[in-house]
Structure formats: C-alpha cells, structure tokens
C-alpha cells in the first residue's frame, strides 16, 4: 500500500514538471511575441524619420556647383524621398523668386543681402536666416597664350575694368599694342555686385565690357579671346584650368594666386577673398520639416564638400553655431 502511494507521488510530480515547463515555453513565445512586436514598432519609428516632399532653392551661379554637390549628396544618402530642385538664376534674380508668397526655399548668394531686400522680407512678413556656406575668391582670368599679364596690381585691375587703359601696352610699355576685351557676368550675379562695389567702389564698368548671364558662356568667350581679360569666382577657374589662366594679384607684397590656401578673409589673398551664403525661409523650414533638414545637413556638410567644388571652408567653429541655431528651430 505505501509502495502504490509511492508511485501515485512520483507520477504527480512529473506531471507537475511538465506543466511548470509548458508554462515557462508559453511565456517565452510571449516574450518573443512582444520583442517581435517591438521591433517591428521600432522599425516603423525608423521609417517614420523618412521624410518625403521637395526643397527648392535658386540664386547665385557662383554658389551653385556647391549647393548641387549637397543636394545630390543629400538626395543619394540622406534622404531619397525629397527631391532638391537647384537654380542658378543669379544672387538678386534670385532674391526675387525667395522674396514672394509661396518662394522659394533658400536663395544662393554671393554677397549680402541689401537692405531693400530685408525690407521687402518684412513686409512679406519672411523670417530670414543668412547661412554663411564657404569663402570664395574673385579670380581674374586670360587668355591661356597671354604670357605677359600674369601678375596685376589691384589698381592696375581696376584701371583696366573702369576703360583707364584701352590697349595692354597702356598698363605696360612692353606688352602688345592690342585693344583689351573685358568680360564679366551680368548684374543679375552678386560677382557683379561684389566686383562693382568691393574692387570698383562703385564706378562704372568700361561702357563695352561683354556681361553675360552664363559662367561657362564667360570660360568660352575668354579661351577664345587672345586679349581678354574676365572675371568671376574660383570655382568656374578651378573647373576650367587648361582654358584659362588665372591672374596673380599683388596687394602691396607681391602676387598671389588664388588657390584653396590662398582663399581665407584673413590671408594671402583676402583681399579678393568674399563669404558665399545661402539664405533660408525660415517660415517654410517650420512649415516644412524637409527644408530644415536639408538646411542643417548642407551646415554640417559644407565644409566636407567645398574643396571638390573650388571654395574654401569657413571655420568649423562657425558652421557648428550655425548648426545649433537651426536645430533650435526644431
């Protein structure tokens, strides 16, 4: 009789095993359920950072081959669902598409904005925020056979921009008896601006200097030209080298040439040297969670691009402010 009560124990006890495992495998496909259904929410989260819509941005042709370098960046890498539309109308042709109801999102310049413009933004009730993106430097450019004007002063510079000197052997006695050609951009183009107010101090251009609209229509006309002479940022230069020359620029101790270690507002070449902006509206970075990301991606990555696209970067200390005064606006 003990032995059956034995047995009956032993019988009792396994099946309480049994059931105490069951119980623990159920709670484990529970758990594993749940960690499912976690990562399944942690997944959705994740696509939920995807953003769609578009960015749309013109102005400046200097500042374009960066901002369409970002933008091709940002599209391929950052986000695949926005499209980035990159213009090039010119620094104030742009400034008057970004300065209307429904404009655009960013206007590329390569100068300040006016005070006329500010005032326009305020009557349009436009916050705008100016995003400093790189340095440029204003590069005088000739003929590839020119072997004699490989060096100018800046005054000999301006003398030959404001029609002081009509043949090459006017700036120097030695140098070819021939008319020179000036070319330039047009005043659609903060280069234009910058060049008449910064390096003319706002006397008028020689009455036939050849303005034009395109940069690359600027690179051909001078390659073409024996005895030209233009001007425009050192990007289109750096692009084109084996088509123009650049001139070296004597500021008082000699020429320099502008290169990515000359370029810098307090070196070699400072005195050609300008900052490249881009400017934001800042309603529509609020409105649209697209054209605030895109504007703290081109600050965080700006630097990291301007040498392939011929600027030199600004300071790193400057683009990280910049960086935390847009993620303000978040």
């Given at each position: ?5 034995y047995?009956m124990?032993?019988v009792v ?8 495992a069951?119980g ?8 594993g359920?749940n960690?499912s259904?976690n990562t399944?929410?942690?997944s959705?989260?994740?696509a939920?950072e995807e953003?769609?819509?578009?960015v749309v941005?013109?102005?400046s042709g200097t500042?374009?081959?960066l ?14 669902n926005?499209s980035v539309?990159?213009s090039?109308a010119?620094?104030s042709?742009g400034?008057e598409?970004?300065l209307?109801?429904n404009g655009t ?6 100068r300040?904005i006016?005070d006329e413009?500010?005032?326009?933004a305020e009557e349009?009730?436009i916050e705008?925020?100016?995003?400093k993106?790189?340095l440029?430097?204003l590069?005088?450019v ?10 100018l ?5 301006k ?7 009509t043949?090459?052997?006017?700036v120097?006695a030695?140098?070819?008896?021939e008319?020179i050609?000036?070319?330039g951009?047009?005043e659609n183009h ?8 910064n390096?003319?101090?706002?006397q008028?251009?020689?009455s036939?200097i ?5 940069y690359?229509?600027l690179?051909t006309l001078v390659?073409?030209d024996?005895?030209a002479i ?14 123009v020359?650049?001139?070296?620029i004597d500021f008082?101790e ?5 290169s990515?270690d000359?370029?810098?507002?307090d070196g070699?070449?400072a005195?050609?040297?300008?900052p490249v902006?881009?400017y ?8 649209k969670?697209?054209v ?5 991606y081109?600050?965080e990555?700006?630097?990291n691009?301007?040498g392939?696209?011929?600027f030199?970067?600004?300071p790193?200390e400057?683009?990280?402010?910049l ?8």
């Amino acid at each position: 009789m003990k032995f059956k009560k034995y047995l009956m124990f032993l019988v009792v006890a396994a099946l309480a095993v049994v059931l105490v495992a069951c119980g623990d495998s159920e709670e484990d496909n529970k758990s594993g359920d749940n960690a499912s259904e976690n990562t399944d929410n942690g997944s959705e989260d994740k696509a939920s950072e995807e953003l769609e819509g578009s960015v749309v941005i013109d102005g400046s042709g200097t500042v374009f081959p960066l901002m369409s370098k970002l933008a091709e960046n940002y599209m391929l890498d950052e986000q695949p669902n926005v499209s980035v539309e990159v213009s090039r109308a010119g620094t104030s042709a742009g400034f008057e598409k970004f300065l209307q109801e429904n404009g655009t999102d960013f206007n590329d310049a390569s100068r300040l904005i006016k005070d006329e413009e500010k005032s326009k933004a305020e009557e349009l009730g436009i916050e705008v925020k100016e995003l400093k993106v790189a340095l440029d430097g204003l590069t005088i450019v000739t003929h590839p056979d020119n072997d004699w004007a490989t060096e100018l002063t800046t005054d000999q510079v301006k003398g030959i921009f404001l029609g002081e000197y009509t043949n090459w052997s006017d700036v120097n006695a030695d140098w070819p008896n021939e008319k020179i050609q000036t070319y330039g951009p047009n005043e659609n183009h903060g280069t234009y601006e910058f060049f008449y107010e910064n390096i003319l101090e706002e006397q008028d251009l020689v009455s036939d200097i050849n303005l034009q609209q395109d940069y690359s229509t600027l690179v051909t006309l001078v390659s073409e030209d024996t005895n030209a002479i233009g001007f425009f940022g050192f990007g289109y230069y750096d692009s084109n080298k084996e088509k123009v020359n650049a001139v070296g620029i004597d500021f008082g101790e000699g020429a320099v040439i502008p290169s990515l270690d000359t370029i810098a507002e307090d070196g070699d070449y400072a005195g050609f040297t300008r900052p490249v902006f881009t400017y934001l509206n800042v309603n529509n970075a609020k409105d649209k969670e697209q054209v605030l990301d895109y504007a703290i991606y081109v600050m965080e990555n700006a630097n990291n691009v301007a040498g392939e696209t011929g600027f030199a970067p600004i300071p790193e200390e400057e683009a990280s402010s910049l960086v935390e005064e847009l993620k303000g606006l978040q």
